[in-house]
């Protein structure tokens, strides 16, 4: 690919998956309404460990997800790998940017990579301030609730 091309590709598979991990946020959220609905408030710890589990349940598929879209593009739109086990791992390596360096892409598919390094940043970001703001709030109504 040229350089125009693997930025408007990359470009295009980042915005996809940042979608994704909005639409995947808010589905969580109301997952975890519901859920807060449906436990009764005496079943405060089971209630808290539901939430965790929920919310950490929906970052890591979320997570997931976007490592196979960033796989699915390498294999088929960029055509850089023989088989999925290569391009998962590069696609897991390069995301959570750990970047062992074992599997290097030609220069015509450095620049399309490295948009998944860009939207692992900004993914795990976005994830982690979701998952605090829950941890807050999920910590903070149990201890009112105890002091009630």
Request: charged share 10%; aromatic share 12%; with cysteine.
């Amino acid at each position: 690919m040229t350089l125009i091309q693997q930025i408007w590709w990359g470009g295009l598979v980042l915005g996809v998956c940042l979608v994704l991990e909005a639409a995947m946020l808010v589905w969580c959220g109301q997952a975890l309404r519901s859920h807060d609905r449906r436990v009764p408030d005496h079943l405060g710890n089971l209630r808290r460990l539901g939430g965790l589990l929920i919310s950490t349940g929906f970052v890591v598929a979320a997570h997931t997800a976007q490592v196979w879209i960033w796989s699915a593009a390498l294999m088929v739109k960029a055509e850089t790998f023989a088989d999925w086990n290569t391009a998962v791992y590069f696609s897991v390596a390069t995301y959570t940017t750990l970047g062992y360096g074992d599997v290097v892409l030609d220069s015509g598919h450095r620049i399309f990579a490295s948009f998944a390094a860009m939207n692992g940043m900004l993914a795990f970001g976005i994830s982690t301030a979701f998952l605090v703001s829950i941890m807050r709030t999920v910590f903070a109504n149990g201890a009112r609730r105890a002091g009630s």
